[in-house]
């Protein structure tokens, strides 16, 4: 910990410990937005697909391993950078039984190079190095919270860890330990993402896992690759706790509770969840998970009345009709069934037409605001982004703007990238000045969230340069 200290203080961060919350990165200096606080490369990580390159995640030109035939990669570059790791995992993974191959996860794998990681830091010729910040001490000195595992879940664990042993093959193994290791897996592993937070793969990053969750936070985890980057996305005054969100804040502090303690076994008690069962938290929670008033002209919310029989406008007191509401929401779910089943089946058609129905009912049901609503929206430009049908596209993304705005923080990665595609969208649809709007806002979030060095922003600057470029030639133009 001395060692550990020495290396954060360098980089103008402290670890303390608080009561309730165990260990906090703190900054020892003032920190501004869009600066990196740390950055750290994964202790082991695994793509989610079996079909992706093991060390950058990629689909593209894949060749599997010849030897154990479960991993691929993109080509000789990245094989060379994963081979110190990869000739033992190989090893053992080749003396595997076909059939038992088929039932190794992606969490299996990682635990299996957890510990193969481990013996070759441990030998006396040490094949990977050890670091102050890349050594499985900091691995241990992670929170388990085995105590507040249900027993379904323990029993798991252990079969889990059972199959870890039987493929590393160690007389000396604790299959007691492993299964702790898969639960401190759940609760400090991170999903690799790609610049759009589309899901890659699953790293373990020891140190960026000290950093404790707030529902309003103050720095944000973005991946460069395999490389876990916190930025600032405000001042960060000297002597505060450095915080990011653990999961989606797009939600009721009610949703955003019982996903941290389902997940992370804790409850928050950040400024904004403190609120929970307030005026102004039971309002915001009918505005974006609630129902909407009977009348179309009026923008209020609706509560449940003292009788239980109906749901009140909060705005002009109409109340509308518990039974009404019971009965569409059951048409929504039988129709989102369907919509999700024929997404399963590939017919991206059929589910946009049946997304579109559920979107109409919800219009009736929810307000404007909701995220219901919103989510709906989301599957409709995804379809009709597949579907290249770019007008209808830029519809939708457009009415998910205002949400986000609402639900997300102004320098939110999310909101970042919502304008980022509004952009793009009326770039391709000839709506320069609106995309120049637009990719501007999406720079000016990204900027701060993505750093300004990476491939993904440098294309961005690049389409927001051209976007400039076409409106003051068009601007010009009008003008002669």
């Known amino acids: 910990m001395e060692e550990l200290e020495e290396a954060l203080s360098d980089k103008g961060l402290t670890v303390s410990s608080v009561p309730e ?32 390159c093991e060390w950058c995640f990629t689909s593209n030109n894949l060749k599997r391993c010849s030897a154990c035939q479960v991993v691929y990669y993109c080509g000789n570059t990245c094989q060379k950078s994963d081979w110190k ?18 039932s190794i996860t992606p969490s299996i794998r990682l635990m299996v190079k957890l510990y193969l990681r481990r013996k070759l830091q441990d030998e006396k010729v040490k094949v990977i190095p050890i670091t102050v910040m890349d050594n499985y001490n900091l691995v241990e000195s992670l929170v388990s919270h085995m105590t507040d595992i249900d027993e379904k879940q323990l029993v798991l664990y252990a079969q889990m860890a059972n199959l870890v042993s039987l493929i590393l093959q160690w007389p000396e193994i604790n299959v007691k330990e492993i299964a702790e290791n898969f639960s401190k897996f759940s609760c400090n592993a991170h999903t690799i993402c790609d610049a759009e937070l589309k899901p890659l793969g699953t790293g373990l990053y020891p140190v960026v896992s000290i950093i404790n969750h707030s529902c309003l936070p103050n720095s944000v985890l973005i991946f460069e690759g395999r490389m876990a980057v916190v930025r600032a996305v405000q001042h960060i005054p000297k002597g505060t706790e450095v915080s990011i969100s ?9 949703t955003r509770q019982k996903a941290l303690k389902e997940q992370y076994l804790f409850s928050c008690t950040c400024i904004h969840c403190i609120k929970l069962g307030q005026n102004d938290d039971i309002h915001e929670s009918a505005v974006l998970e609630g129902y909407r008033c009977k009348d179309k002209k009026c923008s209020g919310f609706l509560l449940r009345d003292s009788g239980n029989k109906g749901f009140t406008c909060q705005l002009c007191g109409l109340v509308r009709d518990k039974e009404e509401i019971k009965n569409t ?4 779910q039988s129709l989102s069934e369907k919509a999700s089943f024929s997404l399963s089946c590939g017919h991206n058609t059929d589910a946009s037409v ?3 129905m559920i979107e109409k009912l919800q219009s009736k049901l929810y307000h404007p605001l909701s995220i219901n609503l919103m989510r709906t929206r989301e599957n409709l430009l995804k379809l009709l982004m597949e579907l290249q049908d770019w007008k209808e596209a830029l519809k939708y993304c457009r009415l998910t703007i205002p949400v986000y705005q609402r639900v997300y923080p102004e320098c939110h990665p999310l909101l970042g990238l919502q304008y980022y595609t509004c952009g793009k969208l009326e770039w391709w649809l000839g709506e320069t000045e609106e995309a120049y709007r637009s990719l501007a806002k999406a ?36 003008v002669e």
Not at 22 to 43: A, H, K, M, N, Q
Not at 86 to 102: F, M
């Open 21 to 52: 919350k165990g260990r906090c990165l703190f900054t020892i200096r003032d920190f501004f937005p869009g600066e990196v606080i740390i950055s750290e490369d994964p202790y082991v990580s695994v793509p989610n697909k079996s079909a992706k």
């Open 329 to 332: 929401v059951h048409e929504i």
């Open 246 to 254: 653990y999961i989606e804040m797009a939600g009721t502090t009610a």
């Open 443 to 478: 720079a000016e979030v990204l900027r701060i969230t993505h750093g300004t060095n990476t491939t993904f922003m440098k294309e961005l600057f690049v389409k927001l340069e051209e976007a400039r470029a076409e409106l003051s030639y068009k601007i010009s133009s009008k």
């Open 85 to 102: 790791l990869h000739r033992v995992e190989c090893l053992a993974l080749s003396k595997v039984d076909k059939e038992r191959v088929k």
């Open 354 to 356: 049946m997304y579109k």
